[in-house]
């Protein structure tokens, strides 16, 4: 009985004059002197199988012949040493079924390189493709990779949850989740009464698993939690979704400097996890995306990232000479321009911004003694910007309180969260790293919506 085999272990481990059985879709076909030679793929590897049919096959004319591209098919046949260039083995098939057509006036999918902005038009099955079935690859890679290194440094995953009450960032940009109808809305003056709605109050999407993350870092040490979050942000450009995944660890007993030590470490474990595990995906990203990948993530790999305050961030930007298209003054945020001009121009390799003025930063950053800036960072990559924003929480129950009231942040809806500084508080830190920028970063992809399966962007579900 012949096994059933995935085609990366076949070109892995070559068991050579075996039978064996392969599943997958036709990525090309060429017919010469009554043979058939079928490209396979079943999306395990980059590299498909060679199958030979030949017309002694009983279907061979019936059906064989008739294949194109897309098609699906089981091969069974013996596995033989392969006498062309390019491969070492092929699969010699001694029976095909074919499980599903695909007529090539209809199937979008051609054997020629379609556009990422076609490819995205059709994202249901743009998977097939090399460089997005690639993407998918190293995108399950990275988040595997992720688990190994909290897991194996003893943090514990916590899901925290998606519909939640609390706006982490403060800014209000989130989806709001009813169960109302909204063409009968009920109303107290005027006002929508959410006291009738599910959760008896307004809730939304979350923008963040932070703040609940806290809550189990305050008990359980150090934690994670990485899922998708959501933001309302009417940005419509290569580096911003509406919805996509978000890595959050938060640490007990932790000050700044150990938060941006983590960071720097997970970076770089994910980076060269990636080079070892995704060899034959990456080569296709540095020889067709972008040829100075290598390059780029070998500087990560090889260089300690600088460390700046922002204070003396802003002091560079104003005596670079450069003509920004936003200007550059202390106590406000700084841009994508300025963000990437420190890291590609000035330093040339990653860059930790530190210590940002408070009036720019949520109110859960602690407030460090000159009163004027908070323990943040921000983690800045050639080419990408801004890959990780994390900071030192703010652990005093006085000065949370303070900040929140700033803010306009009515208490009464987070008073667990103070309940964590009245009850036993520690110093504690954490970040958020935009896993989609990673992927990006890693891949050299140029745009965001290319790293995710089906990307939700204004005006746009995918699917």
């Not at 030979?52 to 012949?65: P, R």
């Not at 040493?81 to 074919?98: M, N, Y």
Request: proline share 4%; net charge negative.
């Amino acid at each position: 009985m012949e096994k059933t085999l995935r085609i990366k272990s076949i070109l892995t481990e070559k068991p050579v004059n075996q039978d064996i059985c392969v599943q997958g879709w036709l990525k090309s076909k060429r017919d010469s002197k009554g043979l058939s030679f079928l490209d396979v793929t079943d999306g395990s590897s980059l590299t498909g199988l060679q199958v030979i049919a030949d017309e002694s096959l009983a279907n061979y004319h019936t059906d064989i012949a008739q294949l194109s591209t897309g098609c699906s098919i089981v091969a069974r046949g013996q596995l033989v040493a392969s006498p062309a260039k390019g491969q070492e083995v092929e699969l010699h098939a001694r029976e095909i079924t074919v499980y599903g057509w695909a007529q090539p006036e209809t199937y979008p999918l051609q054997k020629k390189r379609h556009s990422f902005e076609f490819l995205r038009s059709v994202a249901h099955l743009r998977g097939r493709t090399n460089s997005l079935g690639a993407v998918a690859r190293i995108r399950s890679r990275l988040s595997w990779a992720i688990h190994q290194f909290f897991q194996q440094r003893g943090f514990f995953q916590v899901h925290t949850p998606v519909i939640t009450t609390s706006d982490c960032e403060g800014a209000g940009e989130m989806f709001t989740v009813t169960s109302f109808d909204l063409q009968k809305l009920p109303r107290t003056a005027g006002a929508v009464d959410f006291s009738q709605d599910f959760f008896g109050r307004p809730a939304s999407l979350t923008v963040s698993g932070q703040l609940e993350a806290e809550a189990y870092a305050l008990a359980l040490g150090n934690v994670y939690t990485f899922g998708p979050t959501f933001r309302a942000e009417n940005s419509n450009t290569s580096r911003h979704l509406a919805e996509f995944w978000m890595l959050e660890p938060e640490m007990a007993f932790c000050d700044l400097e150990g938060d941006m030590d983590l960071a720097e470490e997970l970076l770089k474990f994910l980076i060269s996890d990636c080079l070892e595990n995704c060899a034959e995906d990456m080569d296709l990203f540095a020889r067709f995306i972008d040829k100075t990948l290598m390059a780029k993530l070998d500087n990560v790999l090889k260089h300690e990232f600088v460390r700046i305050s922002y204070s003396d961030a802003v002091k560079e930007l104003e005596k670079s000479g450069r003509s920004f298209a936003f200007p550059v003054a202390w106590g406000i945020d700084l841009q994508s321009e300025h963000e990437r001009y420190l890291a590609e121009t000035l330093f040339q390799r990653p860059v930790i911004v530190t210590d940002y003025p408070k009036t720019i930063k949520p109110f859960y950053m602690r407030v460090n003694d000159d009163n004027k800036t908070v323990a943040a960072m921000d983690i800045l990559f050639p080419g990408i910007g801004e890959i990780i924003g994390g900071s030192q929480r703010e652990e005093r129950l006085e000065q949370l309180t303070a900040r929140m009231v700033e803010a306009g942040i009515a208490l009464e809806n987070y008073q667990w969260y103070l309940d964590l500084r009245r009850f036993g508080t520690v110093p504690h830190a954490g970040f958020g790293l935009g896993f989609e920028r990673i992927i990006q970063f890693v891949t050299g992809m140029g745009n965001i919506r290319d790293v995710i399966a089906f990307p939700r962007t204004p005006g746009s579900t995918a699917v």
